[in-house]
């Protein structure tokens, strides 16, 4: 499975941003698909993830109701909505995918983008 991150960029608080993450690959072997982020001088962070069946979401609290996850099969992408940014969403974001179960431990995650930069100004 490979997983290429797009869309990241600059914007000002309280803008909004959308990533998508395009997935190749044996596609059909994943249970979920995520997002995770790195500030600089922090550890991997959870931001969510999306059930490949059913579509169920699950969310960091600090991106709960301004992050939305989404999946487009026909496209083969899962998106990342990005709104109400603030400075502390400054990281680079990796889509994440696994083949039999989702974790908040980044550690946990079998596939990995090669991240892409967001940066919100004040």
């Known amino acids: 499975v490979q997983l290429v991150e797009s869309g990241g960029g600059l914007v000002q608080a309280g803008g909004s941003l959308r990533l998508s993450c395009a997935v190749s690959?044996?596609?059909?072997?994943?249970?979920?698909m995520g997002w995770f982020r790195q500030a600089p001088g922090k550890e991997r962070e959870f931001v969510g993830c999306i059930m490949m069946s059913g579509g169920s979401t699950y969310y960091a609290d600090s991106v709960k109701g301004r992050f939305t996850i989404s999946r487009d099969d026909a496209k083969n992408t899962v998106d990342l909505q990005m709104n109400s940014l603030k400075p502390e969403d400054t990281a680079v974001y990796y889509c994440v995918g696994d083949v039999s179960q989702f974790s908040t431990v980044a550690t946990e995650w079998d596939y990995w983008g090669q991240g892409t930069q967001v940066t919100v100004s004040s």
């Open positions: 690959g044996r596609t059909f072997s994943l249970y979920a």
